[in-house]
């Protein structure tokens, strides 16, 4: 069995990230994908679930599972802890199953380190209009938030270079199958292909 890949996907808040994920899954692939679901120490909302959206835990067992090295990367966003859990992701990864993992730049870095095979993506809105207009739409935050939001969203925008891929979601449609593309791309790359191939290609490079 060949081993799963670890994606990376960051994008600026509005940018149609979680839609874009939502909508990758609802697809035909190739390949088993499976999103990472994060532990994290906020309250749960309504609507939501633990082991569905994320692993709802306490302060102090999540600062018992730093402690234990159990995540691979984990930070303190408003005074709760979010973090990545590394057995989730051997697991997947072991299995044969790649990983989304949705986390911002700061994040990103921290895996890319720790995980030096896995690929990062960086979504981009069309313009900057576009992305305050996504912001409006949404209704859930007063004019103040929201530019606060945008000038986060420069910020974040300002690490694109540091990624392996860059995706502009101006058409969701073309943002998946860019998405997909990336996806068979990395699975026929050398790297993967000797691995999953190994046996084969001794074979035939036997003389």
Known sequence: ???????????????????????????????????????????????????KHYYFISKKEFRVMIKQKSFLEYAK????????????IEKMLLSGIDVFLDIDWQGASQIRYKV??????????PSKDVLYKRLRERG????????????????????????????????????????????????LCLFHQKKKHNILISQLLNT
């Open 116 to 125: 030096p095979n896995s690929k990062s993506i960086f979504l981009l809105p």
């Open 77 to 88: 966003v408003f005074n709760n802890y979010y973090g990545t859990s590394r057995e989730f």
């Open 140 to 187: 859930q935050d007063s004019d103040k938030v929201i530019s606060k939001r945008m000038e986060k969203a420069v910020d974040e925008m300002n690490h694109y270079s540091e990624y392996d891929y860059l995706i502009i979601n101006d058409d969701f449609k073309k943002a998946i199958s860019d998405l997909k593309t990336i996806i068979i791309a990395e699975h």
């Open 1 to 51: 069995m060949s081993q799963g890949i670890l994606f990376i996907i960051s994008a600026p808040s509005g940018t149609g990230k979680s839609s874009l994920i939502k909508g990758l899954l609802k697809t035909r692939c190739l390949y088993n994908i499976q999103v990472s679901i994060s532990h994290t120490t906020r309250i749960m909302r309504p609507g939501e679930s633990h082991g």
